[in-house]
């Protein structure tokens, strides 16, 4: 629950981070314009300025994009972790509804043998109740229920 927050958080992050990023370059490319037909009439700025600006320019845009995409390699990192951790969990889950059904199971056939023996002994009883009164004073073995998991 709290890496699927996390993820949806970091989504969030990085749909932001992209807004940002289109309206940076947007920005950027209005500068560029407004800039254009100042500096051709004005001729104020040296082509080297205007080179050293936009590669001022260009690493701001790609330290952008790399952390951008840190963040995505993060995410995904974070995704497989967890898909991972929810495989283990379900394989812990199936190996549990395994054994519940085996103990069920197991349980049935118990129960199914407790009865054969309370009608066996039952059946002795009719057949010669003096078992019950030599020595056979004990009642009846209790009934069991069986578990409804």
């Known amino acids: ?11 969030r992050l990085m749909g932001q981070l992209q807004r940002k990023l289109s309206l940076a370059e947007t920005q ?11 500096t051709a009439s004005l001729g104020a700025e040296s082509t080297e300025e205007q080179q050293q600006r ?17 963040v995505e390699d993060e995410l995904r990192r974070e995704q497989r972790e967890m898909q991972g951790m929810i495989r283990a969990k379900q394989q812990l889950i199936d190996a549990q509804e395994r054994k519940i059904q085996t103990l069920d199971a197991a ?18 009883v009719q057949l010669d109740p ?9 009642p009846p073995p209790p009934t069991y229920r069986s578990s409804s998991c």
Do not use: C, F, W
């Not at 629950?1 to 989504?11: G, N």
């Not at 950027?28 to 100042?38: A, E, G, K």
């Not at 349980?107 to 002795?124: F, I, V």
């Open 1 to 11: 629950m709290q890496y699927e927050r996390e993820v949806a958080q970091l989504k």
């Open 28 to 38: 950027l490319q209005q500068q560029q314009q407004q800039q254009h037909p100042l």
């Open 54 to 70: 936009r590669q001022e320019k260009d690493l701001q845009m790609k330290s952008i994009i790399t952390r951008l995409i840190t």
């Open 107 to 124: 349980n049935q056939r118990l129960l199914g043998a407790l009865a054969q023996l309370r009608q066996h002994y039952q059946d002795q």
């Open 130 to 138: 003096r078992l019950l009164a030599n020595g056979a004073s004990s």
